[in-house]
């Protein structure tokens, strides 16, 4: 069964579906070798030029969502539609020269043997070329830009990812031949996610919970670890404190994948921005490239959503504003979201207010308990 799923990633609609490879150090090293070996074959010919760097294009028109056959599991991935990085172009000369750049230094940061986090690369880069990296979106995109023209994955290139991650409940975690972690006891505060890949993927989980929360905002995350929710309905809590990281995506998929029984939850404000966190833990991001499919989960929409907003009290809602419309028409011509997810934002944009999770405790502190053991027990997610 795992070899048909896997083959049927392959393909989608009769075109090839693009993803980073996870490789080791000295792999990467030969393609970043290969680059530069074309780079100056095309540079010293007869006819001598600076060669393009081809990139797969990081956009909604070039994603597809790869439905899967024999599970409820859908991702988005990328197709072999191409995007330039020229030195010709004046508008794009920098971003060639960002490249190759970025390239050199994961070369110099993979012969050391080192792992840095995309911050730490930014403030390299700014010391050395501070005309080519003014801000850390500069890096980022730039990454980017080298995980599409090598095909590797960020971590691959020795680039760890920077984690917010937070996790708390019925789990507990051993790196081998260390002492084990109980997160039912590590406070309000949960225990935090490593960004570094290669520990997470050693870790040792065992769990006793029956679901995984997904939490979109860290004080409810804390609200909820406080009240030791995860007694209540045996459960493991994790949050990104908004938008998620490759780290904390990483370990949630790592605890599907060790415990695929459990359902997973999300909790998120009823927004556009809470249903594009949300979306991005189920399908991936394209803003990820090529890593955009990896580690998506089958994640439910628990809460909140348009039958609760009887429960939020008039003066909590909120009026959108121009970006939680942006947001909205971005998911909605996505192809990603489910019919049901399209008719909960077309309400939002029809009533023109969103409402915060905050907004339960109208009822009292405890309240939020309650309300999400109430829509659990009725399995109230879609």
């Not at 990296?133 to 730039?142: E, G, I, L, W």
């Not at 039958?307 to 996505?334: C, E, G, H, Y």
Request: with cysteine; proline share 4%.
């Amino acid at each position: 069964m795992e070899d048909l799923q896997n083959s049927a990633l392959k393909f989608f609609s009769d075109q090839e579906l693009c993803n980073a490879d996870i490789v080791p150090p000295a792999q990467v090293r030969a393609r970043i070798e290969v680059s530069v070996l074309n780079f100056l074959k095309i540079l010293n010919a007869s006819n001598p030029a600076i060669s393009d760097l081809p990139l797969i294009q990081r956009k909604y028109s070039n994603s597809r969502v790869n439905h899967g056959l024999l599970t409820e599991l859908s991702r988005v991935f990328l197709s072999n539609s191409i995007s330039t990085r020229s030195l010709m172009r004046p508008n794009a000369a920098k971003a060639f020269v960002r490249v190759w750049k970025v390239m050199e230094m994961c070369y110099q940061i993979l012969l050391q043997e080192k792992r840095v986090t995309q911050r730490e690369l930014f403030y390299k880069l700014l010391c050395d070329s501070p005309h080519l990296f003014p801000s850390q979106t500069h890096v980022n995109r730039t990454i980017q830009d080298l995980v599409a023209l090598l095909r590797c994955s960020r971590y691959s290139l020795g680039i760890m990812a920077s984690s917010r991650g937070l996790i708390a409940g019925r789990l507990t975690l051993q790196e081998p031949g260390k002492e084990v972690v109980d997160c039912s006891l590590c406070g309000s505060s949960g225990f935090a996610i490593s960004g570094d890949l290669n520990l997470l993927q050693r870790l040792v989980l065992h769990a006793d919970a029956r679901y995984i929360i997904i939490v979109e905002k860290h004080a409810i995350f804390q609200r909820l670890t406080e009240d030791r929710f995860f007694h209540q309905i045996p459960s493991i809590l994790i949050t990104a404190k908004g938008y998620p990281d490759m780290a904390t995506r990483f370990l949630l998929y790592r605890i599907n994948r060790a415990f695929p029984d459990l359902p997973i939850l999300a909790l998120v404000d009823w927004n556009p921005a809470g249903l594009a966190i949300l979306c991005t833990f189920k399908f991936g991001s394209v803003a990820m490239g090529l890593e955009a499919y990896r580690y998506a989960c089958n994640v439910k929409w628990l809460g909140l959503r348009s039958n609760d907003l009887p429960l939020v009290p008039d003066q909590s809602f909120v009026p959108l504003k121009p970006k939680d419309l942006q947001i909205a028409r971005s998911l909605m011509s996505s192809g990603i979201l489910l019919d049901s997810y399209k008719d909960e934002v077309a309400v939002m944009i029809q009533r023109g207010r969103r409402a915060e999770i905050e907004a339960l405790y109208f009822h009292g502190y405890d309240y939020l308990g309650k309300y999400i053991a109430k829509k659990i027990v009725q399995s109230d997610y879609v």
